[in-house]
């Protein structure tokens, strides 16, 4: 019976982290989350993970989403990407599988260029190669647990400070996510190419006119930004000047092929 990771990515770091466990374990099923959750979601599988990066320091809305819809006895584990802390992310999902009485056994956290336009700048290419580096290490010790059926929790590891973000920030911060999008806008350098539209988990951005709009059910994901290819896309002001990033492993055909 065949292995099922069930992912959500907006940058393609999370994808890359998804299709390296993938590679390792063998005879595993790569899932979109969002996709996964516009049909029955099937858990018939010898083990289950689940592959997300970290917003605010906790679960992404749709993921969250994901998470209170399955049920199941299989082994679980999941790992959270991040730029700088994974606060109580881990946590935070294992409170919510075991209300439908699913026991997390393992967690890992792994650190990846972090892409939140609005806050940070794109680290440089060299910057990235260290850190694509640690995460292929990594994910070989990741492997040898679960492929071990072993009970781990990489939790207690998370430093204090970001417990304290996930309970100050996260509850704040994922409401506002959702409306996020009015900050968009596009400039005069839009192909009216679609790729926004296509790369938006939510399906929350329409094309009028051959141009996007966005329409309040925002993941915050920026994908819409990163992947546009002429940069005509921006996030207020705060996106001005700034280097766009895409995991340079991952194509923008992956992104899309569950539009």
Known sequence: MKNKIFYFSGSGNSLKVAKDISSKLGNTELI??????????DLECEKIGIVFPVYAWGVPRIVVDFLEKIKTNKYVFTIITYGDSGGRTINQVSNILKKNGIKLNAA????????YIPMFNTISEEKQKEIFKAEEEKIKRICSIIKNNEDYNEEEKSPLIGSILSKAVYPIAIKHFKKCDKNFWVNEKCLKCSICHMVCPRKNIIMKEGKPTWNGDCEACMACIHWCPPKAIEYGKKSKDKKRYTNPYIKLEEMIENY
Request: charged share 30%; hydrophobic share 45%; proline share 11%.
């Open 32 to 41: 979109f989350i969002p996709k996964a959750l516009r049909e029955e979601i």
């Open 108 to 115: 890992f956290g792994i650190t990846m260029p972090d892409n």
